[in-house]
């Protein structure tokens, strides 16, 4: 296997509207870090496929194409979903990517992808797993153990070539009255692992499946400080995983490259959720003066108006690629960790599940979450069963291979 990898800045002028969060105060007025695309390529000789991650906010299926047909081989492009990037359309349910984003990020992608495709070299590849403590846990349950898993897979020529990290956890460390553009928790983590693994080593961290999981109930803080110790946290860990035994994935011979996708039609949720019940619920939780109650509560009533068009049904790409002996699963939107884990939960063959792939039909809560009236819930456009038909396609087209 021939792997690549390759970067490409992504500038964002002073006076750039910020996607993730209704009530920013106004648009970006400076840098706290820079953004990029980064990009990994597998070559077996005859077929080539590449990741590239971005980031932004979300990635709507017009960028996802116009990406692919510039890479010009086959491309999932994926956001890290940072709140502290450009908007690039990201509405429930998807839309099109406005202008400058969808041009600038393509030809951001067409750049990494070509610099990864440049520094292709045969390498060998190892799957890592493990749980990771005190940086995400499910934010509408405050007393959730903070435990998420974490996925790593690194690429050796003789010495550690680079990593790619995939961490299933909201990156929003920054608050939303930020407006220093910046990668947020991806970027923390980026940073960290190089400042780790030294500058000849690539790195590329990726969002899992994170619709549930934040930083909310784990963070000390929402600045610089607080997104160095997070970074460095996730780094530890990663360091500790890569010390241990690791499974082989592929060899620096040939090796097979293939990848499948399936096209679903999601149906639409139904809105049950009452506006002036919530509003009320608001106002009872801000009275007693409890920081995590007031929050949990505005956030329902944020769920509920971000539902702004009208219930339709949702189409969506569901991804799967196979690289040696490493399965992959690219979802769409924001699926729940438990989506994930029903996709990983294949014995004896390492499988990573990335979210915010190809696509952004909004948050793909379990069936057994819309029990619960919570922010993603309420702001979903999909009905309940969704996610759990899109991991089960998953699995199927990664049977199939």
């Not at 500790?240 to 011979?253: I, K, S």
Request: overall charge neutral; glycine content about 12%; aromatic content about 4%.
């Amino acid at each position: 296997m021939r792997v690549g990898h390759g970067t490409a800045e992504l500038p964002v002028p002073d006076g750039t509207p910020m996607g993730g969060y209704i009530d920013r105060p106004g648009p970006s007025t400076g840098l706290a870090d820079p953004l990029s695309v980064s990009a990994v390529t597998w070559s077996d000789g005859g077929r080539r496929f590449a990741l590239a991650i971005a980031d932004v906010i979300c990635v709507n299926e017009d960028l996802a194409a116009r990406a692919r047909q510039a890479a010009g081989c086959e491309l999932w492009l994926a956001a890290s979903h940072t709140h502290a990037g450009p908007e690039t359309g990201c509405v429930p349910g998807g839309g099109p990517t406005p202008e400058p984003w969808l041009g600038r990020l393509t030809e951001a992608v067409r750049t990494a992808v070509r610099r990864a495709i440049e520094a292709e070299r045969p390498c060998e590849g190892m799957a890592y797993r493990g749980e990771l403590h005190g940086v995400g846990a499910d934010r509408s349950r405050p007393g959730a153990p903070a435990v998420v898993p974490l996925d790593l897979i690194a690429v050796r020529d003789g010495g550690l070539a680079g990593v790619l990290a995939v961490l299933p956890v909201h990156p929003t460390v920054l608050p939303a009255a930020n407006r220093l553009v910046s990668a947020d928790l991806v970027g923390a983590v980026r940073a960290s692992l190089r400042r780790r693994l030294g500058e000849d080593v690539w790195v590329a961290v990726a969002t899992g499946a994170a619709g549930d999981i934040s930083t909310r109930h784990t963070r000390r803080g929402q600045d610089a400080a607080e997104l160095r110790r997070l970074g460095e946290l996730v780094a530890d860990r990663c360091a500790e995983l890569l010390a241990g035994p690791g499974t082989p994935l592929w060899r620096a011979g040939p090796t097979g490259v293939s990848w499948a996708t399936r096209r679903l039609t999601l149906e639409p949720a139904a809105t049950t959720a009452d506006e002036a019940a919530l509003l009320a619920g608001y106002e009872q939780a801000a009275a007693s003066g409890d920081p995590v109650a007031t929050r949990l509560a505005r956030s329902r009533l944020e769920g509920l108006r971000a539902r702004t068009a009208p219930p339709v049904r949702t189409g969506v790409d569901v991804n799967v690629a196979r690289l040696g002996g490493l399965s992959l699963a690219g979802l769409p939107g924001e699926p729940f960790l438990a989506v994930a884990e029903r996709v990983a939960d294949r014995p004896g063959e390492p499988t990573v599940v990335l979210g915010y792939v190809n696509g952004y039909p909004g948050y793909l809560p379990t069936a057994a979450a819309y029990r619960r009236a919570e922010y993603e819930v309420l702001a979903s456009q999909v009905a309940p069963g969704s996610a759990e038909l899109i991991a089960e396609t998953a699995r199927n087209l990664l049977e199939d291979l």
